[in-house]
């Protein structure tokens, strides 16, 4: 329940900036297919090279983002990345290379660390109670809306426009969504800022469960960037299916999680066993890359679902255990969100490099079994945290 109309313009607000902060994440990948021609067709190598460059700069800059959070407030830290990364994805539309893109896609990357923690905290606040379950879920379900504009939409509007239009709108997007950021949320309270001192830094960095949490999300990015950012590509490759199939079967994966955030939200703030829930869905995570192996449409349909419950569930788990799990003070919340997000971000530098290697060397059955077995290590820090997160 929302306390006042500002904060239903407010909320309204920072979910619209999300939505585009993640057709701005999804489109590149489900577009590439339109895009290669005009790169010298790089290939599946070069789709991977964007999307690990993406990763490398949202991930890195997470922690310096949570800093900035503690010092400057939400709001100011929000607004200076929505900007960054809008701008930056309108000028990937004029770009020739993929020397190029793969710059922009890493300011693009760096501009989202920005937003992240910021707005977790914002949108907490905002709703009465700052139930983090149904804060993050809620925040959670607008990224799965962006997403399936990502992915399905936006290979329409590609189509239909050229590429090059279709990033020009989509970066437009996000500037309009930064000057309503800029006009509807509340100014920082002057409690909501603090000088950020050298112990509850240490704290959050040495804190054992924020690290376990981040590196074993890992577990879920395997399935969630390998499906989003290669499906659509694989299907128009070796099925030979239209956009339209391959970019709605891709979109699972953000289709679902638009109801299955909502649901672990409510799980996640009633339950007890958290640990055990997190593994449970790793494993599933290495299903849904399992169930790639088969070279069917209908596989792929099922990849993609199966991945989209995973991370429905996993990140909203995630995020709401990093806010509780902080030691450090309520002013380091977007601190302690940033370090485990620079963790699992930074990590999904992985799935990418590794995914589009295996498609080299042992082509795409094998890919999608050996990323499997490498979700299954994640396992490891998911099982060696305690038991019980919430507060």
């Excluded at 590509?233 to 699972?252: D, E, P, Q, R």
């Excluded at 289709?255 to 494993?283: C, E, K, N, Q």
């Excluded at 299903?287 to 991945?307: D, H, N, P």
């Amino acid at each position: 329940m929302l306390d006042s109309v500002q904060n239903s313009k407010a909320l309204g607000s920072i979910i619209f900036a999300r939505i585009i902060y993640a057709l701005n994440w999804m489109n590149v990948g489900a577009i590439f297919f339109l895009m290669g021609p005009d790169l010298n067709n790089p290939g599946v190598s070069g789709l991977g090279t964007l999307t690990a460059a993406f990763y490398l700069g949202i991930g890195i800059l997470q922690v310096p983002a949570g800093i900035m959070v503690a010092r400057w407030g939400p709001k100011r830290v929000a607004v200076i990345g929505v900007f960054l990364s809008s701008f930056s994805a309108l000028a990937t539309s004029v770009m020739t290379t993929v020397a190029e893109v793969a710059i922009l896609r890493f300011l693009v990357g760096v501009g989202m660390a920005l937003v992240f923690s910021p707005s977790i905290v914002m949108v907490a606040r905002l709703l009465r109670g700052g139930k983090s379950g149904m804060g993050v879920g809620l925040y959670n379900s607008a990224y799965d809306v962006g997403g399936l504009l990502g992915l399905f939409g936006w290979v329409a509007v590609a189509t239909a426009t050229g590429w090059r239009v279709s990033l020009a709108i989509s970066g437009g997007l996000g500037v309009l969504t930064g000057v309503l950021t800029l006009l509807f949320v509340p100014a920082d309270e002057s409690g909501m800022v603090a000088k950020v001192s050298r112990s509850p830094l240490l704290t959050i960095l040495r804190d054992r469960q924020l690290i376990l949490i981040g590196i074993g999300t890992i577990g879920f990015d395997m399935s969630n960037s390998i499906v989003s950012a290669f499906m659509i590509y694989y299907l128009f490759s070796i099925h030979a299916a239209t956009a339209t199939v391959a970019s709605l079967v891709a979109s699972f994966v953000t289709i679902v999680p638009i109801f299955t955030s909502l649901w672990g939200g409510r799980i996640y703030d009633t339950i007890h066993r958290h640990r055990i829930t997190m593994a449970a869905g790793i494993v599933a995570s290495a299903v849904a890359l399992g169930l790639g192996a088969f070279q069917s449409i209908y596989a792929a349909i099922a990849c993609a679902f199966l991945a989209g419950v995973t991370a429905g569930l996993g990140y909203t788990f995630t995020f709401a255990g990093a806010r509780d799990m902080n030691r450090a003070g309520k002013e380091y919340e977007g601190l302690a969100i940033s370090w485990v997000n620079s963790l699992h971000l930074t990590g999904s530098v992985i799935p990418p490099i590794l995914f589009s290697y295996f498609v080299d060397r042992v082509g795409y059955s094998q890919a999608w079994m050996w990323s499997a077995a490498v979700t299954l290590v994640f396992l490891v820090p998911i099982l060696l945290m305690v038991e019980h997160w919430r507060r």
